[in-house]
């Protein structure tokens, strides 16, 4: 049986082939890694780090004030949030406090608790049998528009 020899063209085009087909696999990995998950928190990452040194200012007033959260669950299916703000002399009262809730599987919400007690601000939470959230509390002063206090808690919520 006789053998063509193998000439220049030949590998030339099974090189070709070799880095088709590569490149191609590649280009579809990256498509759908890119379309499942883009790799961002936020979707204005850009305008949000242009404030960098403004949010770097804020917590560190925030630091000075010394205040500290704490936030839960109370209740069965139909469950309150409860978030305690307290500094070193006590209790914070008269904020105006706000909760970003992210439930995964589920998208945010915007939540206005309502004071209860000194310091104690409650709002009912839906939990939609979620495992856990992720919320981001928000307190201003009244008729002031600027925050003065921020915290980020993950809740795990019971089912």
Do not use: C, H
């Amino acid at each position: 049986m006789a053998t063509k020899p193998l000439r220049g063209i030949d590998v030339f085009w099974w090189l070709a082939a070799f880095f088709i087909v590569t490149f191609a696999v590649d280009g579809y990995f990256i498509v759908r890694a890119v379309n499942t998950f883009p790799g961002e928190q936020v979707k204005n990452s850009y305008v949000l780090g242009l404030g960098f040194n403004q949010q770097v200012a804020r917590r560190a007033a925030q630091a000075e004030l010394g205040w500290t959260a704490e936030a839960g669950l109370i209740g069965g299916p139909d469950a309150t949030l409860l978030v305690r703000i307290d500094s070193a002399s006590g209790a914070v009262s008269g904020l105006s406090v706000e909760v970003e809730a992210v439930l995964p599987g589920r998208g945010a919400r915007t939540l206005n608790l309502v004071e209860r007690a000194p310091g104690e601000y409650a709002v009912p939470f839906p939990t939609e049998g979620a495992r856990r959230a992720d919320i981001q509390i928000n307190a201003t002063r009244p008729r002031e528009s600027e925050q003065v206090f921020e915290a980020f808690k993950t809740l795990e919520i019971a089912s």
